[in-house]
C-alpha cells in the first residue's frame, strides 16, 4: 500500500481486497451466521499514513486453486497505489500469522531539519536508557515501557535523506508504534514519511500471499 493509498484505514482497505477477489471470481470462503464476512486476515493492520512495502495476507477459499492462474488476474484489477507482489498455497495447519509476528521493520525518511549527526546522536541517548516510560495512548493514568519493544535503531542516508530505520516489537508480545518512537527523539508529528518495509514471523510463511 503505498502513495494516496496509506491514507486509507485498515478496515476499508479489507474491504477493499475483498471486492477485489470478488470482481475476479475468486472463491473466497465466508464465516457462518446472519452477517456472513470474507474470511481475510493480515497478519498486522498498517496504521493510517504509513505505507507498507511487504504487507502479508491470508485468504481462505471453498475450493483447491493453482496460485499461479490467479496472480495476474487479481494485479490487472488493482488500482495505483495497491502492488501484489505474489501468491501461493498455505496449508491450512499453519500457525496463525498474527500469532507468530514479532517485529515490524519500518524505515522513517524525515523532511525536518535535523542533521544526521544529531539524530544519531539522539538515537544513542535512547538506546542507552533502560526504562522509558509513556502514558498509555487511551491517556489513562497508567504508563508503559516504550523501551522493551524497539530492538533496534539506525541512521543513514539514501539520497541526501537522513532515514531512520527501526525495529520494533510488533503482534501479540507487544506492539510498538513507529510515531511513539519518533515522538521521544524529538521528531515532530508531520515531518516524515514512514513506510513499514517487512513482517517479521517466528518462522517464515511459505508461498503466503504478500500484498503491499
Known sequence: KKGEARFIGHLDVARFWERVFRRVDLPIAYSQGFNPQARLQFA?????????????LDVWLIECMEPAEWFDRIRSNLPPGFVLHDIGEVPLKSPAMQASLRYGVYKV?????ISQDELRARVQNLLSQE???RPHQKKTAKTYDLRPLFDSLAVHNECGVVVLEMKLRTGQHGNARASEVLSVLGIEDGRYTINRMELMLDEPVVDAVVAG
Do not use: D, F
Open 109 to 113: 525518511y524525515l523532511r525536518s531539519e
Open 44 to 56: 498486522s493492520a498498517l496504521p493510517v499514513g504509513i505505507a507498507g512495502e511487504n504487507e502479508l
Open 131 to 133: 526504562t522509558i516510560l
